[in-house]
């Protein structure tokens, strides 16, 4: 294994579970800003976190070509699916392995 690709494995972890934490703590602000009648505030605090999903997507996309897989098989995540404003188990799975949730649908007004 090449220097880089064993930097690579020791730091994604890391960066997916940064992006995990700061993707709930904007949550729980969006949350508290709903309660405070501060819906705009809030949405763009959702939006924010959806951003950070992305994110992890794409972290968990370069570990799986990290340890030599490929993206033929599509990750079913949070970031990538139409229920995510309503679905109650939204971020809720350990980073770095393919998310099969069975509720999953890919939304369509998303771009491939």
């Known amino acids: 294994m090449s220097d880089i690709l064993a930097k690579l494995a020791k730091i994604l972890p890391h960066w997916e579970e940064h992006l995990k934490e700061h993707a709930e703590e904007l949550e729980r602000w ?4 709903e309660e405070e009648a501060q819906p705009k505030l809030a949405q763009k605090l959702k939006e924010a976190a959806l951003l950070l999903a992305s994110a992890r997507l794409k ?3 370069a570990k799986n070509l990290q340890e030599g897989g490929d993206l ?3 990750l079913a995540l949070c970031a990538v699916c139409a229920w995510r404003e309503t679905c109650q188990k939204r971020f809720t799975r350990d980073t770095g392995s393919p998310f099969r949730c069975p509720d999953f649908t890919r939304d369509v007004t998303l771009k491939t």
């Open 72 to 74: 033929a098989e599509e």
């Open 30 to 33: 969006a949350e508290k800003l």
């Open 59 to 61: 972290l968990a996309e």
